[in-house]
């Protein structure tokens, strides 16, 4: 930390009329009350400190030094003065090690907004808005942005638009709501557009609008704006919006990255080393995210990572990954550090290590990460890479949990009924797995539909079964649509239609879904769903081990060794065998 003895505070006097500095005539005017510590002049100040409460990024004693600096230099100072005073940052430092305190940040910004501050009126708005807060009050957040709009924020009118459109911390008025945002859109603001188009596109104005989302975010990027030419990209990429468009979507990237805009050129980097959308050029790709890796980027040593073991832009390269998460966590990257969490944890691209993945997570989690919170208590829950400890584990989910992790619940669900905790509760599961579908969590329908739908379970009840797997396949599952074409198939809950419940699964296993193709493969061969089709199953099987599946080549094996809509093969299935096992495996003497 820097020493505070050499920092200067510099006031320049310019009160009318008094002497020149140093006369020190008995005519001299005397000094005003000195101001309180909120005066508007060191509003600056006020806010950064709160911005490093807020974001963790200093210690209790390190933000005490500069709060008893702030107050002496502003207890000395003439409120006619012209502040000159050096910020947080440079007096303390960052810290690394730092805790996120958001009630004194809250405090610091009331100071500040005290003198009518607007960005000060956000920042409250924005603690108030957060759900993980822990400060969370929509009416205050509300209220905030509305004393904001009053002081001339753009932003703030753009915040009380949206809440007044969603109904939240007010009463739900979309047509007021989209004439606040519209009137500042009318002004010529890409930000109101881009509001617009969010509004749009998320039916939260009615039905879902693409055509309105798009052309509102086409008229933000014609005015220059880098984040609505991402929306656009991201839009066009992701392909839920509109119809998937990489051409465009790969344009866009290029427009947001020639524009500054970092994330931009780390997709544009991302799609040229994986050929989407133009002509695959793996390092061109490279160079182009290298640029700003090498200028210590942590996204973008983090995407150079992720393309290491990809397998889809070069060969799979672990430890290179590995170096480069390592890099990118030295920039503070605290997905880095879960990242290499993840990898050790799995030991596919790089040997497992378990205490090393333990160490990782509880840093990652330390500084912040949720997700890694929740693998660290799940690795306690198991005792994987450190002793076992079901009360410290199971209270790192609680902690999750409570800040809208829906899979935090999820997961004390599953250790609720699988024996972790003891005896299995599966009320306590379903308990869980209903607070996690409350929150919209797909894998709570699901957990719920294999709980209903299992008939080792006294609860079983097919009917209620199919009712979560709709919901989730409404949701987008997958494998909730599959669940249900498998009970239509089989009769479970409904009427038998096999016919119908295999083409609902050809029709997702022939976009090459691995869990698709075998579950095609076993409806096929059941002879529980129809008469068996050898060739459908063979084509199933065939293909999902074609795509790296052990499970569907052991399959394949079983189909040629029994003779199961196939002619009986012994060879054959010993190759199909053999290859499940891996390389190395000798099967010419059988």
């Known amino acids: 930390m820097k020493s505070v003895a050499c920092i200067a505070v510099g ?21 005003p009350t000195p101001p309180s510590f909120n005066s508007p002049a060191i509003d600056s100040v006020l806010m950064a400190l709160g911005d490093m409460y807020r974001d963790g990024k200093l210690t209790p ?82 209220a905030y942005y509305q004393q904001a709009a009053k002081a001339g924020s753009i932003t703030g009118k753009l915040r009380m638009g949206e809440m007044t459109v969603r109904g939240q911390g007010t009463t739900a008025d979309i047509a007021a709501g989209l004439a606040i945002v519209q009137a500042v859109a009318d002004g010529g603001s890409p930000a109101a ?56 979507a790969i344009d866009s990237y290029r427009a947001a990255a020639a524009a500054g805009n970092p994330y931009g050129k780390i997709r544009l980097g991302e799609m040229t080393a994986r050929g989407q959308g133009v002509a695959q050029d793996i390092a061109g790709g490279h160079a182009i995210i290298g640029e700003l890796a090498d200028a210590g980027n942590a996204d973008a040593l983090n995407s150079l990572a992720e393309l290491s073991i990809s397998g889809d832009a070069g060969p799979i390269d672990g430890p290179a990954a590995a170096n480069l998460f390592e890099q ?33 997570f509880l840093k990652s989690s330390e500084a912040g990460n949720d997700y890694a919170k929740l693998l660290l208590g799940q690795m306690y829950l198991k005792g994987e890479g450190t002793d076992r400890d079901t009360a410290t584990g199971f209270k790192l989910l609680e902690e999750v949990a409570a800040v809208g992790n829906t899979a935090a619940l999820v997961t ?48 079983r009840d097919y009917a209620k079964a199919i009712g979560y797997y709709q919901q989730a396949a409404d949701a987008g599952s997958i494998t909730a649509k599959l669940r249900l074409a498998t009970m239509l198939a089989r009769g479970q809950g409904v009427a038998a239609d096999p016919a119908r419940g295999r083409a609902m699964v050809r029709e997702v296993a022939d976009t090459g879904n691995i869990a698709a193709l075998i579950v095609l493969g076993d409806l096929s061969s059941g002879g529980d769903t129809g008469p068996i089709d050898g060739k459908t199953a063979v084509y199933a099987y065939g293909r999902a081990g074609a795509l790296g599946s052990s499970d ?6 079983d189909l040629y060794r029994d003779g199961t809509g196939v002619p009986v093969d012994g060879k054959r299935a010993a190759e199909y065998y053999a290859k499940a096992a891996g390389p190395g495996l000798d099967t010419s003497a059988q």
Do not use: C
Not at 111 to 118: I, K, L, V
Not at 431 to 459: F, H, N, P
């Open 11 to 31: 006031l320049f006097l310019v009160t009318a009329g008094s002497p020149g500095a140093g006369a020190g005539t008995a005519n001299q005017v005397a000094p």
């Open 193 to 248: 557009f881009i509001v617009l188009g969010d509004l749009y596109a998320t039916g939260a104005v009615g039905p879902v609008d693409s055509a309105k989302a798009i052309d509102d975010y086409g008229k933000a990027a014609a005015l220059g704006s880098a984040d609505a030419m991402m929306r656009l990209a991201d839009t066009y990429f992701n392909g839920k919006l509109v119809p998937r468009d990489l051409g465009k």
């Open 552 to 557: 569907a080549l052991i399959r394949l094996g």
């Open 412 to 459: 004390m669900g599953d250790v609720s009924i699988d024996g972790t905790l003891g005896a299995a509760d599966v009320a306590r599961a379903i308990g869980y797995y209903e607070k996690a579908t409350a929150a919209g969590d797909t894998d709570g329908l699901l957990r719920l539909g294999d709980l209903y739908s299992d008939i080792k379970q006294k609860i």
């Open 328 to 360: 990118a966590a030295s920039h503070g990257s605290t997905y880095a550090l879960l990242r290499l969490g993840v990898i050790y944890h799995d030991g596919k691209v790089i040997a497992q290590d378990l205490p090393k993945a333990f160490g990782y």
């Open 61 to 142: 004693s390190d933000g005490q030094t500069a709060i008893d600096y702030y107050k002496n230099a502003a207890g000395e100072s003439d409120p006619a003065a012209i502040y000159a005073i050096i910020m947080p940052t440079d007096l303390i430092g960052v810290s690394a090690v730092g805790t996120a305190d958001r009630k004194t940040a809250r405090d610091l910004y009331v100071q500040a907004a005290s003198s009518g501050n607007p960005d000060a009126l956000l920042r409250l708005g924005d603690l108030y808005s957060n759900p993980r807060s822990g400060l969370t009050d929509l009416v205050k957040a509300f």
